[in-house]
């Protein structure tokens, strides 16, 4: 069996047909839905399905507890042998499941497997990474995100089967007793591409690789949590890429980073200031975001955390 956790926030336009789509696999499920504290029907939705389907297991926050935290709530009562950590905006293509599955089962040494990812037009997008470094973090800060997507997803992406340092945490197939070991995902992580980069790294010093799986496929969207939540969101990417480099390289090498991507918040307000006159309301907004975005991450303090999992 396998223990499937969904997290949701404002979700109510995608979660039916991912659930449908685990449901097609055919393999014995149980799915836990825990709800970031929504603001839109996904509730409602989730108690519907739950109705219809017995294995449905709903988990309501009464606030918005950040992803890491979401995804480790349901752990202790997972039964399955494997856990399958999902977004709610991806659909599971035909026996994609059973195909990550026997990808774990092949290796004793596997411990994490995730599978390629195409978006909604059909187009391929990576889905993995060899490596995770400060450059990865500026790179993917400082240039236009659509340019930085393209490079990787078309230029550089191989998409060949194999050990990776990660995978995308969007799909994300790990055995149970492992996910545990590890004591789950660092709830320090709010949101951010750092939770899974994480997770993986401390899987791998317990001598577990992660595999990349292109012969499963899933469908994600991505995004559509980060879109309903704009200022949480941005502020929380910085914060975890922030929190990732002061957890493994030091305050020293934290403070350069923080100065680099302080700078590139200015440049980014500067720029929205200029495009007022071109669109008022969506540049005065980004302008004012920056602008708190930039007073938060100037204000945390890393060393005020602990690397804690529920």
């Known amino acids: 069996m396998v223990s499937i956790i969904i997290v949701t926030y404002n979700s109510e336009n995608d979660i039916v047909e991912c659930v449908n ?15 970031n504290a929504s603001t839109d029907n996904t509730r409602e939705v ?49 026996s994609s499941l059973n195909t990550m599955m026997t990808c774990i089962d092949k290796n004793d040494a596997i411990g994490i497997v995730g599978p390629k990812s195409y978006f909604d037009n059909g187009k391929a997008h990576i889905s993995y990474h060899y490596n995770w470094t400060i ?12 340019l930085v997507r393209y490079m990787y997803d078309q230029v550089f992406g191989k998409y060949k089967e194999g050990e990776v340092m990660f995978v995308s945490g969007a799909c994300l197939l790990i055995k149970t007793w492992l996910f545990r070991k590890v004591n789950g995902y660092d709830i320090n992580y709010f949101l951010a591409i750092e939770d899974v980069v994480d997770l993986c790294t401390r899987v791998k010093k317990l001598g577990y690789s992660t595999h990349y799986c292109p012969s499963a496929t899933v469908m994600h969207i991505g995004g559509n949590s980060n879109r309903q939540a704009k200022l ?17 390289k030091g305050e020293t090498v934290t403070l350069y980073a923080r100065y680099l991507l302080v700078i590139n918040l200015y440049i980014r307000r500067l720029i929205s200031f200029a495009l007022i006159p071109f669109d008022s309301d969506k540049y005065r907004d980004r302008y004012s975001r920056y602008k708190i975005v930039i007073s938060k991450i100037k204000a945390e303090d890393f060393a005020d955390m602990q690397s804690t999992h529920i």
């Open 21 to 35: 789509s685990v449901r097609r696999q055919n393999i014995p499920c149980e799915i836990f839905i825990v709800d």
């Open 46 to 94: 989730i108690l519907e399905m739950a109705r219809d389907y017995d294995v449905i297991k709903p988990i309501f926050n009464v606030k918005n507890m950040g992803l890491a935290y979401a995804n480790n709530q349901p752990l202790d009562m997972c039964a399955g042998e494997y856990i399958l950590i999902l977004n709610p905006d991806t659909i599971l293509y035909d």
């Open 135 to 146: 450059s990865h973090v500026i790179l993917w800060r400082f240039f236009p995100s659509s």
């Open 232 to 248: 949480t969101s941005l502020h929380r990417i910085y914060q975890g890429a922030l929190y990732h480099i002061w957890k493994y």
